[in-house]
């Protein structure tokens, strides 16, 4: 083996690391510092023909210079004519990671143009290039010929197999400089089989995450808005904002305009998006022009504090539904649009919040004119460390001003201070003394509308209160160890005094409207949902808590609950189950048997009529390969006085795996009883893979609203890795 440096080879391994197919940075090292760099050439045999001026080296060939490594059978130098020649099973190695076979290589005497024979290169992002073959230009620009590209790696038990997708050109162009592939003549070939043909193409190449383009299209059929075509744009504005810019094209109605604008910041983000159209439905009640808007901010201002805003409106309550902008931007609440603006900190062990509310609400029945805007709402929480004897104090204060144009205006001024002492005996006792008090000042006004809502006062002024509260709660964990298995046994009580408050129908109630009595809250030394409302009063809360559990994993488990109160709490909703002076039963029971069996029961019993008011049950059968779930909910209307019916509804969804790639899920949500019949149904088949994804999915709604009545959707949806995602929806 012999060993040479030299300046010829120098300009050898800049020529063929030039030449791999990669990034402009190998050719800007190759015209600078590079040529500096050592180069180590290694072959088995090396020739000098001085007559021909011919320097060949042959037999495991390999250059190594500047990070890269090119490998070749046999390498040859012409100095008269400035050609360097490769062949026989030619490799260049990049430094990123990149590799470009091919069996021929030939370079000009200018060291920047060249051609290759049956190239094959993959890229750093592991797709892979193959063509008859390829010219490189200008350091940077590589023109193949016959080629394919394709994201997918080979089949291991066949690599000339076809892969999974491909796309199949007479030319492509591989722009290093750019950061870009395009396509001439192009067919998108899926297992061999050509699917989908284009005159053009063009993507970034591995090496770009971000770059301005048109994004895959968005095609969507409608019996509401007939076709829908959304063909977005999207642009990069530096290194951390980016702009798309989305028109849809309507068959039924005028094309829409949307745009989503994001920036990332050193100290914060902020994005938005909107969308605007007119409409050609003159006269069915909807504004000519329609249309939404969303911003969302956020903003550190130092290490404690930060500031943000989040805005949401829109034209009208079925815009968003209706042209699909839910999906596209991905909202949320079905039900409203909420906007705010804050400012909030965090230091040591308390939080402190200023903020406003401002409410759209999209159903039928909402009311601007009684649609709340908080303005302001001022909240501040501490939580203090324990101390000597373990006991912990905690402050919480709270203002908000609520304003409305035809109702009830109210303001609260709140401040809570508690404390609480938990201590353990030597028998395993564990006491819990907790007390707390909480003051309030409420204004009203407006109060003419008062009547309008049941939850709000009829009359105005001040009003004030100031309610301490005191309880001691016991429970007793008793165990039982058994050789492979645990048994607990655990009683559980717990005292609540305070003065009785009674009814408190002349405070306004804009936080504490719910009151959800079950296993979850029985407990709660305060079951309302806000400062509002107090439940007062003096009562009694026993329980007892059983699980069985070993080491297999199976695990048993029932806890059941009751109340006695000592005097009515005129404050609690009648028909909640904890007005009267015994409570209904509360419980749950959980139950795992095996791993591919787990069942979830809640429920609530009346304690005079033993009828069942509420059951929430939830069993999931079979392992991950074959999942069957099954829920049912059933609430009767009597302890949910702010719903219009009682709510009885069947849950059912099944999911599979068939194997790696291929998954299949359904789900069916039906109405029992007197309205009994299929809600919503649907089924979802997805082949995915590392290149390639495939998916349709049927979905059935038997639900609706005005603009937005019942519907079937079909989605069809196929996507490439690097090549993005098309969308197919018929609606």
Known sequence: MRRLAAPSLTVLALAFGLWAGMPDSAAAQGRGASDNLPVLLTSDEMTSDEELGVVTASGNVEIAHGGRILRADTLTYNRRTGVVTASGNVSVVEASGEVAFAEYVELTSDLRDGVMRNIRTMLADQSRFAAVTARRSDGSRTVMRRAT??????????????????????????????????????????????????????????????????????VATSSRNGTMLAT?????????????????????????????????????????????????????????????????????????????????????????????????FRFLDQDALTSRAYVEGFRDRGYAVVDAFSFQGLRPEDDPGRTPIVLPQMRYSW???????????????????????????????????????????????????????????????????????????????????????????????????????????????????????????????????????????????NRFSGYDR??????????????????????????????????????????????????????RVLATPHEWVSANYRFQIDNRSRELLRSITSVALGPQALRYGLSHTRVDRSIQPTALVSINQLSHSLST?????????????????????????????????????????LQRRNIGRAEIPPDTAILFRFGFRNLGELALRGL
């Open 149 to 218: 590209y394709s994201p997918c790696e080979p089949c291991e038990k066949d690599p000339t197999r076809a892969p999974i997708c491909q796309l199949r050109a007479s030319r492509i162009t591989h722009d290093a400089e750019q950061k870009e592939i395009v396509y001439d003549d192009a067919w998108m070939e899926i297992a061999g089989v050509p699917v989908f043909y284009t005159p053009y193409l063009s993507h970034p190449d591995g090496t770009e995450k971000r770059k301005s383009g048109f994004l895959p299209p968005d």
């Open 657 to 697: 795996r068939f194997n790696e790639v291929w998954r299949l899920t359904g789900r069916v949500v039906q109405s029992l009883g007197q309205d009994d019949g299929i809600l919503l149904a649907g089924a979802t088949l997805v082949y995915d893979d590392d290149c390639f994804l495939w998916g349709v999915d």
């Open 383 to 525: 939580y203090g460390e324990p101390g000597t004897m373990g006991g912990r104090y905690t402050f919480d204060a709270s203002a908000a001003s609520i304003y409305r144009d035809d109702d009830v205006r109210a303001q609260r001024g709140t401040m809570l201070g508690g404390w609480a002492l938990p201590y353990t005996t030597r028998t395993g006792e564990i006491y819990t003394l907790a007390a707390n008090v909480q003051a309030d000042m409420f204004h009203s006004s407006n109060a003419a509308y008062g009547s309008r809502d049941a939850f709000q006062p009829s009359e105005t002024g001040f009003a004030a209160r100031a309610v301490p509260q005191l309880a001691l709660s016991w429970r007793l964990p008793l165990i039982r160890r058994f050789e492979n298995a645990n048994l607990i046994v655990e009683p559980i009580s717990a005292l609540y005094v305070a003065p009785n408050a009674g009814s408190q129908r002349n405070l306004p109630n804009e936080d504490s409207r719910g009151l959800t009595f079950d296993d979850t809250s029985l407990f709660r030394l």
């Open 232 to 328: 977005p744009y999207y642009w990069t504005l530096g290194p951390s904002a980016d702009l798309t810019v989305t028109p849809v094209f309507n068959s039924n109605d005028n094309p829409l305009m949307a745009a989503e604008y994001r920036e990332r910041m050193r100290n914060g983000e902020f994005s938005a998006d909107a969308s605007f159209l007119r409409t050609r439905r003159e006269g069915e009640g909807y504004p000519d022009w329609r249309g939404h808007i969303r911003a969302q901010s956020k903003i550190n201002l130092d290490d404690n504090w930060r500031t943000g805003f989040d805005l949401a409106r829109a034209s009208d309550k079925t815009y968003i539904e209706r042209y699909r902008i839910r999906q596209r």
């Open 534 to 587: 107090l439940e007062t009063g003096q009562r009694l809360v026993t329980g007892v808590n059983t699980e069985w559990s070993n080491r297999w994993s199976q695990r048993f488990g029932v806890f059941l609950g009751q109340q006695y109160r000592m005097n009515d709490e005129a404050a609690l909703q009648k028909g909640s189950g904890a007005d009267t002076r015994f409570s209904d039963f509360v419980g």
